[in-house]
C-alpha cells in the first residue's frame, strides 16, 4: 500500500465559513456597524429566517452556499442559508480537527469564504480604511484563534488589502512576525480592476513574499471571471472548465517579468488539478521558441524552466494526472481534500487517495501528499 | 440598504457545502461499510475499526444532536 499510515496528509485547498462575530469582535466600536456582521432576512411563513452577511448596507446573502438540510443535489441552488444548517466543522476549528481525523488528514491551508477567496470582497469597499481593517481582523482570525488551535495542523493562509500595495507590503511583514505561512492572491488581477502580472505594479507585494518565503496561493476563480461560453449554457460547462482559469494563470506569469524580477517567488495553483500542465508547458515553450523574438518576452530561459523552479499544482481526483506525474515533475505536485466543499470526498479522503495513489511508488506518494507541501509552504515536520 | 449584494461576482458559486443531511448520510455510509469487516478483522485491525466506528458513531449523533 503505497500510501502509509505514517504519512501525514497536508490539504494545500480547503475553506472556513467566518463565524458571525469575526469582524464586530475586532473592529474599532465606531466602525463595527458598517463592518461586516450577520443579520436575519425573511425566508417565508414557517421557514426560518435566512442569515446574510451585510457590509456597508449592501447585502452578501451567501454565508454557506447550499448548507441547507434535507436538499438534494439536484434542488441546490444559489439560496441564502444559516449557519445551524451547516456542519459545525465549516466555521469551528475544533469542530474541524475532529472532521479532520475522521478523514485521516493531518493538516489543512483553508481560504476565506465571505471575503471571497483572495479577500477581493473588500476592493469593493467604499471606506477603504474600514477594509484594510477587515483584512487585518481575517487575518488576526486566522492566525489568532483558527490556526492557534491546532498548530502545525491548521495552516495560517493570509489575504491582502489589494488596491494598496504599501499596504500590501506591511501586511505581509506583520502577518509573517506571527507566522502566517501563505498568501492568497489574484489568479488574475486584471478582472478585478488592477494592474496586471505584466506590470511592475506588484513588485513590492511579491518582494515581500520573497523576503518572508509566503508562497502565494491562486486559487482557481479569484479573478472573479469564470469560463463561459454562452448566457443560456448550463452552468456545468464552467464548472467543467474551470480547471482553464489554473491554465490562463500559469501561461499569463510565464510569459511576464515576474520570475524573472522576483527568483525565490514560489506560487501554488489550487484547485486547478494537473493533467493538463504537460501539454500546457509543452505549448507554451514551443510558442516561445518560435515567437519570442519579436515580443516583450524573456528571451533567454525557457517558460518550463520557471514553471520548475516556482510553481506547483494540486489535485483532489486528478488520475489522468497522477499517471502523468513524470511528465509534470513530482516535486512540483501536492495534494488537495477541499473539505467542507461537497465535491471533497470526507471522511473517506485518506481512503481514495490510498486509491488514486495505488500504482505510485511510497517515496513519491510521500512526496505528494506531505513533502512537497511541507517544503513549499515552509512546514517543519 | 440594497435588497441586493451590489456584485454577485463570486469565486465559489459553483462549490457547495456539505449539508448536514449529506455528511451524516456519509458518515452512515461509513459505518455500514465498516460493521460488516469488523467479525473477519484480527485483533489489531479490530481495534482500529472499533476505534474509527466509536469516531464515526459520535460524529453522526453530534450532527443530529447540535
Known amino acids: 500500500m503505497p500510501l502509509q499510515p505514517w ?27 458598517a463592518g461586516p456582521r450577520i443579520i436575519e432576512q425573511s425566508r417565508g411563513e414557517d421557514v426560518a429566517p435566512a442569515e446574510v452577511w451585510i457590509y456597508e448596507g449592501r447585502i452578501y446573502p451567501y454565508i454557506g452556499l447550499n448548507a441547507v438540510a434535507g436538499k438534494k443535489p439536484e434542488e441546490f441552488g444559489l439560496e441564502p442559508t444559516r449557519y445551524d444548517e451547516m456542519i459545525p466543522g465549516c466555521y469551528d476549528p475544533k469542530a474541524r480537527l475532529r472532521d479532520m481525523d475522521l478523514d485521516g488528514v493531518w493538516g489543512g491551508l483553508s481560504f476565506p469564504s465571505f471575503p471571497r477567496f483572495a479577500g477581493t470582497v473588500f476592493i469593493e469597499g467604499e471606506d477603504k480604511e474600514l477594509a484594510r481593517l477587515c483584512v487585518l481582523a481575517w487575518n488576526d482570525f486566522v492566525l489568532d484563534e483558527w490556526c ?25 511583514h506583520r502577518t509573517a512576525a506571527k507566522g502566517a505561512k501563505a498568501i492568497s492572491f489574484p489568479e488574475n488581477p486584471v478582472p478585478l480592476g488592477l494592474p496586471s502580472f505584466h506590470t511592475d505594479h506588484w513588485d513590492p507585494v511579491f518582494s515581500a513574499a520573497e523576503e518572508t518565503g509566503m508562497p502565494l496561493c491562486l486559487h482557481f476563480g479569484t479573478s ?12 456545468a460547462v464552467t464548472i467543467a472548465l474551470f480547471g482553464c482559469n489554473s491554465m490562463y494563470a500559469t501561461a499569463d506569469l510565464l510569459f511576464s517579468p515576474v520570475f524573472h524580477r522576483h527568483p525565490k517567488l514560489k506560487v501554488g495553483l489550487s484547485e486547478g ?17 518560435r515567437h519570442r523574438f519579436y515580443q516583450n518576452v524573456n528571451q533567454d530561459v525557457r517558460p518550463s524552466e520557471l514553471f520548475y523552479r516556482h510553481m506547483h499544482g494540486c489535485f483532489i481526483d486528478d488520475r489522468f494526472g497522477v499517471k502523468a506525474r513524470h511528465d509534470i515533475g513530482v516535486d512540483h505536485i501536492t495534494w488537495e481534500c477541499d473539505y467542507p466543499h461537497s465535491d471533497s470526498y470526507w471522511p473517506k479522503s485518506r481512503a481514495y487517495a490510498a486509491e488514486v495513489l495505488a500504482d505510485v511508488p511510497d517515496d513519491e506518494v510521500h512526496k505528494i501528499v506531505e513533502l512537497n507541501t511541507r517544503r513549499l509552504y515552509n512546514l517543519p515536520a | 440598504m440594497s435588497p441586493r449584494p451590489e456584485s454577485e461576482r ?14 451524516s448520510g456519509r458518515l452512515r455510509a ?33 450532527l443530529a444532536g447540535s
Request: proline share 9%; net charge negative.
Open chain 1, 7 to 33: 504519512m501525514k496528509l497536508l490539504s494545500v485547498d480547503d475553506h472556513l465559513i467566518e463565524p458571525p462575530r469575526l469582524w464586530s469582535d475586532r473592529l474599532p466600536a465606531n466602525l463595527k456597524e
Open chain 1, 148 to 172: 492557534a488551535t491546532a498548530p502545525g495542523r491548521l495552516i495560517p493562509l493570509i489575504i491582502l488589502p489589494l488596491w494598496d500595495v504599501q499596504a500590501c507590503v506591511a501586511e505581509i
Open chain 1, 224 to 235: 472573479g471571471s469564470a469560463p463561459k461560453t454562452a448566457p443560456e449554457a448550463p452552468f
Open chain 1, 273 to 289: 488539478g494537473i493533467g493538463w500542465l504537460p501539454y500546457l508547458l509543452e505549448r507554451i515553450d514551443g510558442t516561445w521558441e
Open chain 2, 10 to 23: 463570486s469565486d465559489w458559486t459553483d462549490l457547495d457545502l456539505l449539508t448536514r443531511e449529506e455528511a
Open chain 2, 30 to 62: 461509513e459505518i455500514a461499510e465498516i460493521e460488516p469487516r469488523l467479525a473477519a478483522a484480527e485483533s489489531a485491525e479490530r481495534e482500529l475499526l472499533e476505534t474509527r466506528l466509536r469516531a464515526l458513531r459520535e460524529a453522526v449523533d453530534e
